[in-house]
């Protein structure tokens, strides 16, 4: 039997691939610093797991609505208007089991052959494996270390033809950490207002920002909010990845495409984690607060840490929780050296290259660890660095 040949443009995750290769080296008795995979070590507050216990208690184990439980959505709905700056309702958010479902099923809807869809490069993986999935046309718009991993607005202009139908924008960045300068989203925003496209913008990292403002929304400037799809969740900010809790925020007829395409995948998000999901958005905040000051303190650190190996340089990210080091320096492949540092220091981080090819000479390290284990990371691989700081030119 032979799969559908849409199968041979579909994507992965490396994350996913390099956390079974990392277990497998643990199985062998080989200790191994995580830091490939992107999500909070810490627990779900207990505010929130106590809210589902009680739904959970309450009854709450049944199919609910599609597009999600209108108390939810209601929250939901007030939290977004609130943190952007915008004016939405119920009716326009969609809730489903995780973030994820915000790219695949508005994509699903949206997308057809020849299309364009510009998206940040090196990025969230699965923007491009969806995009070619559905035989639309990637156009990578490379995200520069030199502008604070923001990328050129000259570059973004000449790419946008007829054809564009979609423009993926991810702040703060997934796997640079990078934060699109509100400037340069009012000079995007200028640019497509007129065009008859959409804007996917994936905020699912909105609350963990180390500036003093909040990064800004582009469904914020004028003309924006009806073409624009948000994505947001509580996998990040709540420390809630295995919950599958997700929302988008979208123009009503999207809203519909969208309901259909969970009638047909899912039917709807599980009933009691809404009711958690309610909790978490009115509960109290300051187990986020703390969260994202920790996430600070250990960005301070392992930077600074990174930044003491031969051969690497490390920008400093503005949100989420990723490093991403230059490696051109240590002369090695970013895959040549993310397989190095794998199997002879014992310290997991990905390849820029799994990306998207311009992010080739990166590394991404989540710092979502403890300190202590990001500091025992960086004096593992300054222990291997005399494999290459022989060519190392800082
Ligand atoms: C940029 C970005 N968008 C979306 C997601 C998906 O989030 P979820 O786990 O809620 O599906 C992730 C998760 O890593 C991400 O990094």
Redesign the pocket.
């Known amino acids: 039997m032979k799969l559908a040949e849409r199968m041979s443009r579909i994507g992965v995750e490396s994350a996913f691939d390099v956390l079974v290769k990392a277990r497998a080296l643990e199985a062998k008795g080989q200790s191994v610093v995580h830091l490939e995979i992107?999500e909070p070590d810490f627990p779900t507050p207990a505010h929130i797991v106590e809210a589902a216990k009680e739904a959970l208690d309450g009854g709450w184990t049944h199919y609910g609505p599609t597009q999600g439980l209108p108390e939810l959505r209601e929250t939901i709905a007030a939290y977004v208007s609130r943190t952007r700056g915008i004016q939405v309702g119920p009716q326009h958010v969609s809730v489903v089991p995780?973030?994820?479902p915000i790219?695949f099923f508005p994509m699903l809807a949206l997308l057809e052959p020849g299309d364009e869809v510009i998206y940040p490069n090196p990025g969230?993986p699965i923007y491009e494996s969806m995009i070619n999935f559905l035989g639309a046309k990637a156009v990578p718009m490379p995200i520069e270390e030199k502008r604070g991993f923001s990328f050129d607005l000259d570059l973004f202009r000449d790419r946008l033809t007829d054809r564009t139908k979609m423009v993926v924008l991810?702040s703060p960045q997934?796997p640079t950490g990078g934060v699109i300068p509100h400037e340069d989203l009012k000079a995007i925003a200028e640019m497509l207002r007129d065009r008859d496209v959409i804007v996917l913008s994936?905020e699912?990292?909105s609350r963990i920002y180390y500036g003093a403002e909040a990064p800004t929304s582009i469904a914020s400037f004028p003309g924006m909010l009806e073409k624009t799809i948000i994505?947001d969740?509580f996998?990040k900010t709540y420390a809630m990845?295995g919950w599958r809790m997700?929302y988008g925020v979208m123009p009503e007829w999207l809203v519909t495409a969208v309901n259909k395409l969970m009638v047909n995948s899912n039917s709807c998000t599980a009933s009691f984690t809404q009711r958690a999901g309610i909790a978490a958005l009115t509960g109290p905040r300051h187990e986020v607060d703390a969260m994202v000051a920790e996430f600070r303190r250990r960005r301070d650190a392992i930077v600074e840490g990174l930044n003491q190996i031969p051969g690497f340089r490390c920008a400093m990210p503005g949100g989420a929780f990723y490093a991403f080091p230059n490696v051109t320096g240590t002369g090695m492949s970013s895959k040549e050296l993310a397989d190095l540092l794998l199997y002879e220091a014992g310290v997991a981080g990905l390849d820029g290259g799994a990306f998207g090819k311009y992010g080739e000479g990166y590394i991404r390290f989540s710092y979502a660890n403890s300190m202590p284990n990001l500091m025992d990371a960086v004096s593992r691989i300054q222990k291997v660095a005399d494999r290459w700081a022989a060519v190392a030119v800082r």
Request: glycine share 32%.
């Open positions: 992107g995780g973030g994820k790219i969230f991810n997934n994936d699912i990292y994505l969740g996998s990845t997700g």
